[in-house]
Every structure is written in structure tokens, then in C-alpha cells.
């Protein structure tokens, strides 16, 4: 079965903090995406990035970074110097990579990030 | 950039009434879903739909049926709402790239409170 746990529920930094939300995930398929999602009080899911499961590297845009680790099936989000736009529900997702038939994207339950100026 | 809109961002009914949510989108998408989304539930998958006229269950169908006449247009309707209906919808959509899944962009929610 597939899951995504995201175990801090909710998180308060003050601005300028760096901060990191973390993903675990399970899956049996060998090939999958992850996505993470930034929803913002306005209640939009915003879509972050999506890491194809065969390539670990590591990316940065900006103040964002994700760390992929298929060996923990991790795949962290950090955000430097965090500012208070920051603030919002981030959720982390997880779907196969192949659209045999459809199998739907899992979310995690979320993690609130307060970030206080 | 992918632009998914929700025909409101919220609405107050009374049990009993016939509902309908609309979405659309502008980027020529396939696929279409809609998603409710509540506190301590996370998001959940009502319906979804790969092409026009095509509907598939998802894991909430229950009290909820869809309409999809044109590729851009997704309807939710709530036949006759209840008070446990009400919550966050979400509609979004995604691309058919040959045999990949691809990422969904979703739309900015409608918040329904039904009485």
C-alpha cells in the first residue's frame, strides 16, 4: 500500500529561520513521482516541485531545497531564511509513475508552518 | 502557467438543495478530479474524469455525482446537500503525457457550508 507520513503537524519558526518539513513515504511500485504543495490561508494547493523517483538529486530554487533519499524514502523540503509569506500548509504527495490504470495521488496529512515575524 | 478556476470561492446552502460546483481550466487537460478536503481527513478523491463523458469513482463518491460535457468544464453536484457535505472542494486537473502521470494543478477551492 501506498502512504506519505508527514509527522510534524504543525511548526513555528521566526522569520529568518531556516526551516525543515519532513516526508516519509511507502510504496511498492519501483518507479513514482513525489510532489510537495504549498497551500496558503487564500486555500489554493500550489503546486512545488515533482521528483521523479530514478533521479536523487538534490534541487534548490531560491530559498526552497529538496533532499531525496530513496535509501530512507525521504524526501525533505527545506526552506532558508524563511519569511512570514511563507507561512501556509505544505503537503507532501506521492503517485506511481506509470498510468497503467489510474492510481491516484496520495497526499500526506500536511504540516502547518507558522512562521512569526 | 496552468490556470484552474472554481465557479465560487464560497457558498451557503441549505440542506436539501441541489448543488453544483463548477471548474474549469484553460490548459487543454485531460484529466479532471475533484477532492474535498477537512480537517483531520486530508484531501479526498470524489470523482475523477479522463476525457469528456467519462467519470470514474473515487474513494467518496457517495451523495455526489459529475458532469463532464466539455474537455475545459467539470461539474460536482451534490444532488441534495447535507450538513456533513460541507467542507473544502478542490477541483483540479493534469496533462495525458503518453503512459506518465502527470503533476495536478489545482484550482483555489470553493468552501461550501451547507445548513
Known amino acids: 500500500a501506498q502512504k506519505v507520513t508527514q509527522a510534524q503537524t504543525e511548526i513555528s519558526v521566526v522569520e529568518k529561520e531556516d526551516v525543515t518539513l519532513d516526508c516519509v513515504y511507502e510504496?511498492?511500485?519501483?518507479?513514482?513521482?513525489l510532489f510537495w504543495y504549498k497551500q496558503p490561508p487564500s486555500g489554493e494547493l500550489v503546486f512545488l516541485i515533482r521528483r521523479n523517483s530514478f533521479d536523487e538529486q538534490n534541487e534548490i530554487s531560491g530559498r526552497y531545497s529538496w533532499n531525496f533519499q530513496k535509501s530512507t524514502s525521504s524526501f525533505n523540503f527545506t526552506i532558508t531564511a524563511s519569511q512570514v509569506v511563507d507561512s501556509a500548509v505544505y503537503f507532501c504527495a506521492l503517485t506511481n509513475h506509470l498510468k497503467t490504470s489510474y492510481d491516484k495521488v496520495i497526499f500526506g496529512p500536511g504540516t502547518s508552518l507558522s512562521v512569526i515575524p | 502557467d496552468v490556470k484552474v478556476t472554481q465557479s465560487s470561492r464560497y457558498l451557503v446552502k441549505r440542506t436539501g438543495e441541489k448543488v453544483f460546483l463548477e471548474c474549469v481550466q484553460d490548459m487543454d487537460h485531460e484529466n479532471m478530479f475533484w477532492y474535498r478536503q477537512d480537517p483531520g481527513l486530508g484531501l479526498r478523491l470524489i470523482y475523477f474524469?479522463?476525457?469528456?463523458?467519462?467519470?470514474e469513482k473515487g474513494d467518496i463518491p457517495e451523495g455526489y455525482s459529475v458532469s463532464r460535457e466539455k474537455k475545459e468544464r467539470f461539474s460536482l453536484i451534490l444532488e441534495s446537500a447535507s450538513t456533513n457535505q460541507t467542507s473544502m472542494y478542490l477541483c483540479?486537473?493534469?496533462?495525458?503525457?503518453?503512459?506518465?502521470?502527470?503533476?495536478?494543478?489545482f484550482g483555489p477551492g470553493t468552501r461550501l457550508l451547507v445548513l
Open positions: 483540479a486537473s493534469s496533462l495525458t503525457w503518453g503512459q506518465t502521470q502527470e503533476t495536478q494543478y
Open positions: 474524469s479522463y476525457d469528456v463523458k467519462m467519470k
Open positions: 510504496t511498492r511500485d519501483t518507479t513514482y513521482y
